[in-house]
């Protein structure tokens, strides 16, 4: 699976901006996808994740209450709606893909296997 991040930007504290993460290839329904970020000078962070099929939801606890994790399997897509941004949310974020064979849901960026470009979110203060 092939996957695409978009919808990044510069946005003021306090505003909503939505994520998308489109895939290309067979067999999207079976994949859980999760949302990553890195800011400057930091290591990757696990933000949120679906789960395959019935779609579990995931949430990192800085972003509990406030994002919101979606998917649409008809359009091959994954959202992120992030409401109430802050500066600290500034961040490139990745959308990855977790392979099929596995059952559970990881917030470990070694427990995905595909990998989509990240696209840039800057919150302004």
């Known amino acids: 699976v092939q996957l695409q991040a978009s919808g990044g930007g510069l946005v003021q504290a306090g505003e909503s901006r939505r994520l998308s993460c489109s895939a290309s290839?067979?067999?999207?329904?079976?994949?859980?996808v999760a949302w990553f970020r890195q800011a400057p000078g930091k290591e990757r962070e696990f933000v949120s994740a679906?789960?395959?099929?019935?779609?579990?939801?995931y949430y990192s606890d800085f972003v509990k209450g406030r994002f919101t994790i979606s998917r649409d399997n008809d359009k091959k897509t994954v959202y992120l709606q992030m409401n109430s941004l802050q500066p600290e949310d500034t961040a490139v974020y990745y959308c990855?893909?977790?392979?099929?064979?596995?059952?559970?849901?990881?917030?470990?960026?070694?427990?995905?296997?595909?990998w989509g470009p990240g696209t840039l979110v800057t919150v302004s203060s």
């Open positions: 990855a893909a977790r392979d099929p064979s596995y059952a559970v849901v990881s917030s470990d960026v070694r427990g995905y296997d595909y």
């Open positions: 290839g067979r067999g999207f329904i079976d994949y859980s």
């Open positions: 679906v789960k395959y099929g019935v779609g579990t939801t």
